[in-house]
């Protein structure tokens, strides 16, 4: 099985770097993906990762260490936007169906 | 068409009553999935559509849970004798995965907010 864990509540000011981890238990996946939720809508695909390292993407970068089974979303130049829910999700098995983690909701503070 | 439509997008049912939500994925995605998302609470995988293979059930929580797609494209998720605990967001999303090429991120519809009263 696997099990995923992330922060529940993150507070960042409007312009700052803030990072949100993902911590993960599984015996085995094919890809670590971030997803944006804003209240009331669907997620939206923000990143993937295959490989460890870091993946860059705008604002937007994510990491991934698969011996640590740790990620992290970072998202720079925070904007009032970006006040959302941030899930990690979890790509296994032939069926290629994401687990998702609980999710982490960002507010951004002007 | 150019996103994953689903409908309702809101519904209401009273307790024992059955419902049928419906998904429309985005044209030529082969693989369609149904999550739930109750609140506060991260996605819960329900089933799993790959092109003409069975379909993976694995996440159903009862057997009142079923689905269908038919000829490859929409697909209705059908809940019988509702139950207050099936109270949720119902997401449907699809994606170009194919077995063997890697995963592939997935397009959500906007959801129908099933409320069981």
């Known amino acids: 099985g696997q099990n995923i864990d992330q922060p529940t509540e993150m507070t960042a000011t409007e312009g700052a770097i803030v990072q949100i981890n993902c911590t993960y238990q599984?015996?085995?996946?094919?890809?670590l993906f971030w997803y944006q939720q804003h209240a009331g809508e669907a997620p939206t695909f923000l990143s993937y990762n295959v490989l460890d390292g870091l993946e860059e993407k705008g604002r937007f970068s994510s990491f991934l260490s698969r011996s640590k089974g740790y990620s992290y979303l970072l998202l720079k130049e925070l904007q009032m936007k970006d006040s959302a829910s941030y899930l990690c999700?979890?790509?296994?098995?032939?069926?290629?169906?994401?687990?998702f983690g609980s999710g982490t909701q960002l507010t951004v503070l002007p | 068409g150019a996103g994953v439509s689903q409908s309702p997008s809101n519904k209401v049912t009273e307790k024992g009553k059955d419902v049928e939500l419906r998904c429309d994925p985005i044209s030529g995605h082969t693989a369609l999935y149904w999550y739930r998302q109750s609140l506060g609470q991260g996605l819960e995988f329900l089933i799993y559509?790959?092109?003409?293979?069975?379909?993976?059930k694995s996440g159903l929580p009862s057997d009142r849970f079923s689905a269908e797609r038919t000829g490859g494209s929409v697909s209705t998720l059908t809940i019988q004798r509702t139950q207050q605990e099936d109270s949720a967001v119902y997401l449907c999303?699809?994606?170009?995965?194919?077995?063997?090429?890697?995963?592939?991120?997935?397009?959500f519809g906007s959801g129908t907010r099933l409320t069981v009263v």
């Open positions: 559509f790959q092109g003409n293979s069975a379909p993976d």
């Open positions: 999700a979890l790509g296994a098995g032939s069926a290629r169906q994401l687990t």
């Open positions: 999303a699809s994606s170009l995965a194919r077995p063997g090429r890697g995963v592939e991120g997935y397009t």
């Open positions: 599984t015996s085995g996946f094919n890809g």
